[in-house]
């Protein structure tokens, strides 16, 4: 049915075979699916992710703090195959009752934490590093950090899921969130325009949650839409996108548990800092894997 003439019925029914990619793993239902146990590495942090954006905000961080010398922030990051349904296991749903990834467990404390940003604040209050102490400049930070947490649903849940994943392109939802995409690097756009980062003259939990999402996005690296949001008329988001990208750590913590692009850039499991240039898949898979 097209969407001109669609009309909800009055009680909505689940169609497994109805939502694209990733209808194979969408249900409107939570728990575990399957029995299994999670992997436990040697490391006091135990990461469960996949190298999407939120993702790659958490192994950007831990890179971040032990690029600080903070020996403690040691992580085995392990793959969790979302378009398998590996979140789905009883490991990962004790873990995260929401079945999202990424997901972190603290050997030294027993804590798991889930949702991308409570990981990020939670190793920063934990180590030290990237919130400032200073109560305004830790309010900045945070303000920042929380627009990206309610923000990026609409970036990739909104326009990546209707511009590039849906089965059939539609222009009003395309529309609708393509203009709240551009309002929202607008929004940054002007924050920037007088701040090295995004609170202020620090780098910050709030710049590693937000580069992931629309870093990439204005540096051409998400959905193919480069050309169709003009994202290079963010200049101050694309100056910002740049100089954090040229982070050694940020270059790290981009590419673990990546299972697309180019294979120099896919390191699907981290559990030691040789992995880097020992265990990409260009070292471990033929040139022709996918």
Same mark, same amino acid.
């Given at each position: 049915m097209s969407a001109s003439n669609y009309q909800p019925p009055r009680v909505w029914t689940w169609d497994a075979d109805n939502g694209g990619e990733w209808a194979s793993i969408n249900r409107p239902i939570a728990g575990p699916t399957h029995e299994a146990?999670?992997?436990?590495?040697?490391?006091?942090?135990?990461?469960?992710?996949?190298?999407t954006p939120n993702g790659q905000?958490?192994?950007?961080?831990?890179?971040?703090?032990?690029?600080?010398?903070?020996?403690?922030?040691?992580?085995?990051?392990?793959?969790?195959?979302?378009?398998?349904g590996e979140q789905f296991s009883s490991g990962f749903v004790e873990l995260n009752p929401n079945s999202k990834i990424p997901v972190l467990l603290d050997t030294d404390t027993g804590s798991r934490?889930?949702?991308? &940003?409570?990981?990020? /604040?939670?190793? +920063?209050?934990?180590? %030290?590093? @990237? !919130?400032?102490?200073?109560?305004?400049?830790?309010?900045?930070?945070?303000?920042?950090l929380f627009w990206l947490q309610g923000s990026a649903p609409y970036l990739g849940g909104g326009f990546g899921h209707f511009y590039a994943y849906a089965p059939e392109k539609f222009e009003y939802p395309i529309n609708r969130f393509t203009m709240e995409v551009k309002r929202q690097l607008d929004v940054l756009d002007r924050q920037l325009a007088g701040h090295r980062y995004l609170g202020g003259d620090a780098y910050t939990i709030a710049d590693i949650a937000t580069w992931?999402?629309? &870093?990439?996005?204005? /540096?051409?690296? +998400?959905?193919?839409? %480069?050309? @169709? !949001?003009?994202v290079e008329s963010y200049k101050n988001v694309r100056r910002w996108a740049k100089e954090i990208l040229a982070r050694p750590a940020v270059q790290r913590g981009r590419i673990v548990n990546r299972t697309r692009g180019e294979l120099s850039e896919?390191?699907?499991?981290?559990?030691?800092?040789?992995?880097?240039?020992?265990?990409?898949q260009d070292k471990l898979a033929p040139e022709t894997a996918d």
């Open positions: 146990t999670l992997p436990r590495g040697k490391h006091p942090l135990q990461i469960y992710s996949l190298g905000k958490v192994t950007i961080m831990t890179e971040e703090l032990l690029a600080a010398g903070e020996s403690g922030a040691e992580y085995d990051a392990h793959l969790i195959r979302i378009g398998e934490v889930f949702e991308s &940003g409570a990981i990020l /604040l939670y190793l +920063a209050e934990k180590f %030290g590093h @990237f !919130l400032p102490k200073d109560t305004a400049a830790r309010t900045e930070a945070l303000n920042w992931p999402w629309y &870093g990439n996005l204005v /540096l051409g690296e +998400a959905y193919d839409a %480069g050309e @169709f !949001l003009q896919q390191l699907h499991e981290r559990h030691d800092a040789s992995d880097f240039e020992l265990k990409t």
